[in-house]
């Protein structure tokens, strides 16, 4: 899956749809009807369910998008592979500035927001900060995050898909998050401190 955000025309309802599906984490049946729809009203500031709904069908009709359940893919673009146990998913939103990245030992400053999805695809929020401080790779935070926020910029932002492996495991962590739940967490690098 790239990593970089795909531009193009964002003329016609479709065309936003396909954009949307194009800059959101993947499963290997697509992206949920829930995640295109708050794509678009938070990235596009579209907002119009009725005209949302007919171009979903008629994108799927004119063979432009392929259905499996509620998520949605462009036809033609790569499938993603089903996630193995351990495999984090990492999205660049923007890369940041500076030649400085974060590298294990450094200390670390993060904006960012964690969410978990539910088989509807609808997303709620468990935790958030706007500075959170730790050590990189120093075992203070989960592994998802150890492996996920190395080589970042300040300013660079990350969308991560953290594995229940990854993650809180079979436990999980009462009560917010469930056992063996895939996290969601949309991070803003703040400050590096090198080690």
């Excluded at 998913?89 to 904006?111: F, L, Q």
């Excluded at 958030?128 to 989960?142: R, T």
């Amino acid at each position: 899956m790239s990593t970089t955000k795909k531009t193009g025309p964002k003329k016609t309802v479709l065309d936003k749809i396909i954009f949307s599906i194009r800059n959101q984490p993947q499963t290997s049946n697509g992206v949920s009807r829930t995640a295109i729809v708050k794509y678009l009203k938070a990235e596009l500031q579209y907002d119009n369910s009725t005209a949302l709904k007919q171009a979903l069908k008629k994108g799927v009709s004119s063979g432009k998008l392929e259905q499996t359940g509620q998520s949605f893919r462009v036809k033609g673009d790569p499938q993603v592979a089903p996630q193995d146990d351990d495999q984090l998913e990492i999205i660049n939103v923007s890369e940041g500035k500076g030649s400085v990245v974060s590298e294990r030992g450094d200390t670390i400053t993060v904006k960012y927001v964690g969410t978990l999805n539910d088989d509807d695809g609808n997303s709620t929020e468990f935790d958030s900060a706007n500075s959170f401080k730790f050590d990189l790779g120093a075992g203070e935070v989960i592994k998802g995050w150890d492996r996920g926020l190395l080589d970042m910029k300040v300013g660079a932002r990350r969308r991560l898909v953290v594995p229940p492996k990854l993650g809180y495991g079979k436990r999980g962590s009462p009560p917010e998050i469930p056992p063996n739940a895939t996290l969601h967490f949309d991070v803003t690098m703040k400050k590096i401190e090198k080690a």
